[in-house]
């Protein structure tokens, strides 16, 4: 209910319903996670100090009580206040003096801060409470990261006698290695294998660790170990990760189109980048640290732990093949017969082919005779047409014109979109005889409209286009047949988008809506001479666009989501107040894989190619949607039009409500900047202020504003103090306003400098120094930090329903189900539910309204019936979060409603 009311900007009404759960709650987690929704309705409404002031009375009247404290800490952490959050956590240690979980905490946010000294104090603290060892194991951690290292490793060998677990073992070992060297960090790990010796990961980072430190003999056996190792340590969580069973999947279904011996030569490519990333780290000096918690885990250090049993064996085999690069040809022939007894078929081949750390870094060309040595093998030649795509990814001339006219020959009967793709490729190096052989084969082995994935990618690279995201690959290939080959992609897009197209496939990550595909096929349209088929290609995806954001939000291909993620983590890097432009980067409610054709990326380089105006322009006509009008004028330079198709956008959106009209205001906003009318701009602006957004919006417009009033002629006077006599201008007053509502919100280290910078341009000098004062002390130790996320999803519900059902299983599936949105349910209902939760349990929930039946069975299960009187709050909110789901919001309300008067009883 209170989401609802911010989504309206009902703030009174918002925080009056969170202050009633926070009231409710017995639980302190919980009253802190009600606290924090206490300080985002704050934030939104500008009300961040009365909230704190309301806690500090609170703390006042009942000074026993912890809770205003961890509620004043969690509001501050809101507000990036690192100091008066770790005033107001210390003062609760103070109240509670042995809460060792509570001090624990404080160190965290202390390291994470960069104040790791005052994390040291404060294990120090917690140190007589502790009778596990874990604070020592912290302090000893903090002083190999930043401190003594002696003083580290006294205190490690104090803990060596049987407290650490394996985890621990892997952190301090890690630790060790960006701090001391490899050798000290071996020694530590040889004296704790005999208490974990089913741990691959404590060989395999052992491994690594004497391979750096030119023990390469002793190297070499431990990889070979690792390669029969039989005991797996991992323990598979719960629900399958959809995301990772769909790359799986993906894998099979394109091995399977390929030769049988193909996957010993390639499986290591997959594994390099990890097994060795930490060189690359090293050379640039970046070094993260981990505490390795949990299995999988210890993803993130400085040396990549492998999370499963598989992993450390592609990890050893891609170190032993680096290894063989210094052998001699006895030595090389000696390393791959051992690897062949332990499995690896290929292996003589395998240390033959050229090395390089990292796949997309094989710039040498394929060696073309190993072919004559083993032409019965079949994987080899298959590599051989793969590893084109590396090579010519830098340079069409790379390409080996020949060598992919034999392949063609020797795969043409047998496996033929291998053969295809050695004609792509032939024909994008620009020699005669690869055009002559692409033009046989689109007669010969011309793909069917459910492509393998090889000729997807060969057809990809083929077609180029200079998009910001896949880079310049403007092949050699000649125009016709690259018209050819979009027509090729058109065909298999529309199969894959069709009606009846089999739904795995069509979220199928090699399939023609990834977002690789999506990209090149937009963007070789962009490039044809007649723009007609690109026209129409924006014109449907804009129509896909909102007809899917209406219906069914959980049906956008991957290509569109993707692209969707890229350009909001892109869009959170930019800077918090940039001058307005247009089209904006940032258009809310808006496809990225349409916005990208008409704006420059940050970081990516390069704007789009200019549009042929000449040809462009008498066709705009003919396109369907007005937003896109408005861009293409933009595009061809005819200023005129795009003033009327502006005007024509907000006649239109007065009519309309929610994200249409929002997203047209604030483009007729940043175009009236454009056009040097700031106070039109404004206007706009200040009028979307007042409709019903989402949070992040919000702060993009008082971003909008401040940035209005940072470049209006007035404000630098104004903040000065030698302009005009009276009040700021209503602009520099209202950008004012906004920079002070900026401040409430997560912001980066970077963002928050930029609005000190911003508060001081507007004059407001007394609140750029308490912000600048918030930002967390610099240690005087080393600088050298580190960052560990953790991120997860719940995917793939829906399949294992289906296959439930397929089997007869009517009560497991719906068992499933409702434990399932159960388990999502419950933050939802609570307001704290993450979005990538809510995104999942929508696209089941769009899956659900298609199965009657199971529908029933399972709302049966959440619906409280008529005795709505006994029922259990916790259960009425339940109902309304599954309500509002199903988009049966007045029924929400009124289980929300009935929930809190529930509560009230």
Request: charged share 30%.
């Amino acid at each position: 209910l209170a989401g609802l009311y911010l989504q309206e900007s009902r703030f009174a009404d918002a925080e009056r319903v969170y202050w009633t759960l926070y009231e409710e709650s017995e639980d302190i987690s919980r009253k802190i996670s009600w606290a924090g929704s206490l300080a985002n309705v704050a934030a939104q409404s500008g009300r961040m100090e009365p909230l704190i002031e309301q806690f500090e009375e609170r703390r006042r009247t009942n000074r026993a009580s912890i809770a205003p404290l961890l509620a004043i800490a969690e509001i501050r952490r809101r507000d990036n206040d690192y100091e008066g959050r770790r005033e107001a956590l210390m003062e609760a240690t103070r109240l509670r003096p042995e809460d060792l979980k509570l001090l624990h905490e404080i160190a965290r946010i202390e390291e994470q801060e960069g104040d790791w000294e005052g994390a040291l104090d404060t294990l120090r603290t917690a140190l007589p409470l502790d009778k596990t060892g874990a604070t020592r194991e912290r302090m000893a951690l903090l002083q190999l990261r930043y401190g003594d290292e002696e003083t580290a490793y006294r205190q490690i060998l104090d803990l060596s006698d049987g407290r650490m677990d394996a985890d621990a073992v892997l952190g301090l070992a890690d630790a060790m290695i960006g701090r001391s060297g490899w050798d000290r960090a071996a020694r530590f790990l040889e004296g704790n294998l005999a208490r974990f010796p089913d741990d691959y990961r404590l060989v395999y980072l052992l491994a690594v660790a004497r391979a750096e430190d030119a023990q390469t003999d002793a190297a070499r056996e431990l990889f070979l170990q690792l390669l029969t190792w039989e005991a797996e340590i991992a323990k598979p969580k719960a629900g399958s990760n959809a995301n990772q069973t769909a790359i799986v999947e993906a894998r099979k279904e394109w091995l399977a189109k390929m030769p049988e011996d193909v996957e010993d030569l390639i499986d290591s490519d997959g594994y390099r980048y990890y097994a060795f990333q930490y060189r690359e780290a090293l050379r640039q000096g970046r070094v993260r640290y981990s505490n390795y918690a949990g299995m999988p885990g210890g993803s993130m250090g400085l040396v990549k732990a492998p999370a499963s049993l598989k992993e450390a064996r592609g990890f050893a085999k891609a170190h032993l093949i680096r290894l063989s690069q210094e052998l001699d040809d006895d030595g090389r022939d000696a390393l791959a017969a051992s690897m062949r007894d332990r499995g690896v078929k290929s292996a003589e081949i395998l240390l033959k082919l050229p090395f390089s750390e990292q796949y997309w870094e094989q710039n040498q060309p394929f060696p073309a005779e190993l072919l004559d040595e083993y032409p019965d093998h079949l994987g080899l030649w298959a590599d051989a047409v793969l590893w084109q795509l590396n090579a010519v990814q830098r340079a069409p001339g790379g390409i080996d014109a020949e060598l992919m006219v034999r392949c063609y020959e020797k795969f043409r009967e047998s496996h033929s979109e291998l053969a295809f793709a050695a004609a792509v490729y032939a024909a994008a190096s620009g020699a005669e005889e690869g055009a002559a052989l692409l033009k046989r084969a689109l007669a010969e082995v011309r793909p069917a409209k459910e492509p393998a994935q090889q000729a997807i990618y060969a057809v990809q690279y083929g077609v180029g286009g200079r998009s910001p995201f896949s880079g310049d690959q403007r092949t050699l290939l000649p125009d016709d047949l690259r018209r050819e080959l979009v027509g090729l992609m058109r065909e298999w897009r529309a199969a894959a988008l069709a009606p009846g197209a089999d739904e795995k496939k069509r979220k199928a990550m090699n399939s023609p809506n990834a977002f690789s595909f999506y990209d090149t096929y937009g963007w070789g349209l962009r490039e044809l001479e007649d723009p007609a088929p690109w026209l129409e290609y924006l014109d449907g995806e804009l129509d896909r666009f909102a007809k899917l954001s209406r219906e069914n939000p959980g049906a956008f291909p991957p290509g569109m989501t993707w692209l969707m993620r890229q350009m909001s983590w892109i869009n959170q890097n930019r800077p918090l107040v940039a001058k307005l432009e247009f089209p904006l980067l940032d258009l809310p409610d808006f496809p990225a894989n349409v916005l990208i054709h008409f704006v420059a990326i940050p970081d990516y380089g390069r704007a789009p190619e200019p549009l042929n105006a000449e040809v462009l322009a008498p066709r705009i006509d003919a396109v369907k949607n007005p937003f896109l009008r408005a861009m293409l004028a933009h595009a061809v330079g005819d200023e005129a039009r795009l003033g009327g198709e502006i005007e024509a956008l907000l006649a239109e959106g007065a009519k309309q409500g929610g994200s249409d009209a929002a997203r047209n205001l604030f483009a007729a906003a940043y175009y009236s900047s454009v056009k040097d009318e700031p106070g039109r701009a404004f206007e706009l602006l200040d009028e979307i202020r007042m409709r019903p957004m989402g949070k992040d919006i919000r702060r993009r417009i008082d971003a909008a504003i401040v940035a209005l009033a940072r470049e209006s002629d007035d404000a630098a006077a104004d903040s000065k103090g030698d302009g005009k006599a009276g009040e700021p201008s209503p602009l520099v007053k209202a950008g004012r306003e906004a920079a002070l509502r900026l401040r409430y919100g997560m912001l980066s280290p970077r963002h928050r400098g930029e609005l000190v910078a911003v508060l001081t341009d507007l004059g407001l000098e007394t609140e750029a120094d308490r912000l600048a004062a918030k930002a967390a002390p610099q240690s005087s130790g080393s600088s050298r930090s580190y960052a560990v996320s953790y991120t997860g999803t719940a995917q793939g519900l829906d399949d294992r329903v289906k296959q439930m059902l397929a089997g007869g299983k009517n009560e497991e599936a719906t068992r499933l189900s409702v434990q399932s949105l159960r388990n999502a349910l419950k933050p939802i209902a609570a307001g704290t539910g993450n979005v990538q939760v809510d995104w999942e349990t929508l696209n089941f929930m769009n899956y659900l309204r298609g199965q009657n039946a199971l529908m029933d069975s399972v709302e049966k299960e959440f619906d409280p019936g008529a005795d709505v009187a006994s029922a259990k709050p916790e259960a009425l909110f339940e109902w309304g979060a599954f309500r509002e789901l199903n988009g049966q919001l007045p029924e929400a309300l009124e289980a929300y409603r009935a929930g809190l008067d529930a509560l009230g009883d």
